[in-house]
């Protein structure tokens, strides 16, 4: 059974940072890429982050430079360092193992979702 779970989200204030961390069980870890995705408040999910399973990463323009993903080959593990947050970062966090991955879109065709975890940014 593959399981992926996040953990770290909470509340913060405007310019602080916060890092979420994703486990992922029941999968060969090595062959997928790890994305983040979020939803705010009333809106869509979208994708925000993603790693390839070689370790190359893709950032959606409004968190590049302020998020950084990197991958824990010995935990199976994925991270997301936010930095600079702001209050439009509030949103719904998810991780997701997905089967494919490229520079423009970064993770697609996601194989398992985690239930997500909230992240609260206050002005």
């Known amino acids: 059974q593959v399981q992926v779970v996040e953990s770290g989200g909470g509340l913060v204030q405007t310019g602080e940072s916060l890092t979420l961390s994703c486990t992922v069980s029941g999968l060969r870890f090595d062959g997928y890429q790890m994305g983040w995705f979020r939803q705010p408040p009333g809106k869509e999910r979208e994708g925000i982050s993603c790693i390839s399973a070689s370790g190359i990463t893709y950032y959606t323009d409004v968190v590049k430079g302020r998020f950084t993903i990197s991958r824990n080959r010995a935990e199976s593990s994925v991270s997301l360092q936010m930095d600079s947050l702001k209050p439009e970062d509030t949103a719904m966090y998810y991780c997701?193992?997905?089967?494919?991955?490229?520079?423009?879109?970064?993770?697609?065709?996601?194989?398992?979702w985690g239930r997500g975890i909230q992240v609260t940014v206050s002005s």
């Open positions: 997701a193992a997905a089967l494919s991955f490229n520079t423009r879109n970064g993770c697609g065709q996601i194989k398992s």
